[in-house]
T-cell receptor, first 115, second 111 residues
Framework: DAMVIQNPRYQVTQFGKPVTLSCSQTLNHNVMYWYQQKSSQAPKLLFHYYDKDFNNEADTPDNFQSRRPNTSFCFLDIRSPGLGDAAMYLC??????????????FGPGTRLTVL | DQQVKQNSPSLSVQEGRISILNCDYTNSMFDYFLWYKKYPAEGPTFLISISSIKDKNEDGRFTVFLNKSAKHLSLHIVPSQPGDSAVYFCAASYTGNQFYFGTGTSLTVIP
């Protein structure tokens, strides 16, 4: 089945220790997104790629970076995780940017714990 | 600034009855609205959507209603089943822009 895969599902890191979260897709979608979701809050968009074109949300901290080496993979790098970065990180894809009938497909998420 | 709001964090409904989940938005530019369903330990999955040119879209037991003048949409589930117990997210977008999500409503369907 075509899907969005996130690894690892659970990640524990230490305060200030860099961490990388991984996302892959078999849908061949043009757009890949990274969201941060904290408890009882809405998913918050960090950035997205349209093909190789990177788009950073204005309020995404510099501590967060992303790479998309090819269509299938996208990585989220947190350079110096703080306690406030503990959250669920969701990767999503869509065929195109929002227009008409175009929904997102989500991975299962990576739960990040910062000690 | 929360542009999509779900003011009810939780909802409990008896099996077989109607579940009504509500969502309000503030941005009049939104032209596409979606509902996602999320089970624990899984990512959200797309459920149903509606374009701003419509006021109703139906898919089996799920119907979404859009009231543009009130900037309000709702998801009706009839009849509700225990397997519908999940967190439901409302989302909205406009062409070329990002998807904006609500905070979710946790639905519990009681057998």
């Amino acid at each position: 089945d075509a899907m969005v895969i996130q690894n690892p599902r659970y990640q524990v890191t230490q305060f200030g220790k860099p961490v990388t979260l991984s996302c892959s897709q078999t849908l061949n979608h043009n757009v890949m997104y990274w969201y941060q979701q904290k408890s009882s809050q809405a998913p918050k968009l960090l950035f997205h790629y349209y093909d190789k074109d990177f788009n950073n949300e204005a309020d995404t901290p510099d501590n967060f970076q992303s790479r998309r080496p090819n269509t299938s993979f996208c990585f989220l790098d947190i350079r110096s995780p703080g306690l406030g970065d503990a959250a669920m990180y969701l990767c999503a894809t869509s065929r195109d940017l929002p227009q008409g009938n175009n929904e997102q497909f989500f991975g299962p998420g990576t739960r990040l714990t910062v000690l | 600034d929360q542009q999509v709001k779900q003011n009810s964090p939780s909802l409990s409904v008896q099996e077989g009855r109607i579940s009504i989940l509500n969502c309000d938005y503030t941005n009049s530019m939104f032209d596409y609205f979606l509902w996602y369903k999320k089970y624990p330990a899984e990512g959200p999955t797309f459920l149903i959507s509606i374009s701003s040119i419509k006021d109703k879209n139906e898919d089996g037991r799920f119907t979404v209603f859009l009231n543009k003048s009130a900037k309000h949409l709702s998801l009706h589930i009839v009849p509700s089943q225990p397997g519908d117990s999940a967190v439901y997210f409302c989302a909205a977008s406009y062409t070329g822009n990002q998807f904006y999500f609500g905070t979710g409503t946790s639905l519990t369907v009681i057998p």
